[in-house]
């Protein structure tokens, strides 16, 4: 089986984990060297063959959805947190705990293919399901 019938072959779940595995392997290099994110983002560009139009659509997205999976939002929320804090914006308050979580999932829009493929939107469903559980 060739590579690109191999993707076809793959489930949400096995896009999610990959997706996860990547932007924490993303995150980390932007530790290490800042120049990382702009690399990606023009090879992403240039291999989706993404006009302008959409690039707004992808940072949005880009930004956001590491945010509403699991495995990250804690952590990103608490980082969002600090930077809130340090220009005095109130909603640094609110937005790392259960409730501000809660509502960051409830008022999550996505538009882009992608996000529908990975099932974003029943994922922000299924952890405020497991929430009120």
């Known amino acids: 089986m060739n590579n690109q019938a191999q993707l076809l072959q793959l489930t949400a779940d096995d896009w999610q984990a990959c997706l996860d595995e990547s932007l924490l392997s993303l995150r ?11 690399q990606v983002l023009q090879a992403s560009m ?7 139009a959409w690039l707004n659509v992808l940072l949005n997205e880009a930004d956001i959805l590491p945010s509403s999976t699991p495995v990250l939002g804690q952590s990103l929320s608490q980082a969002l ?3 809130w804090m340090l220009i ?6 609110t937005v790392a705990t259960v409730q501000g979580r809660e509502a960051f999932l409830r008022n999550l829009l996505f538009s882009s293919a992608s996000s ?6 029943q994922r922000c469903r299924l952890q405020l399901a497991q929430t009120h559980a």
């Open 46 to 52: 240039a291999f989706l063959q993404l006009k302008e």
């Open 88 to 93: 005095g914006y109130e909603a640094y308050k």
């Open 81 to 83: 947190s600090l930077e």
């Open 116 to 121: 529908r493929a990975l099932q974003a939107p």
């Open 28 to 38: 980390a290099s932007w530790v290490q060297d800042w120049m990382g994110l702009p």
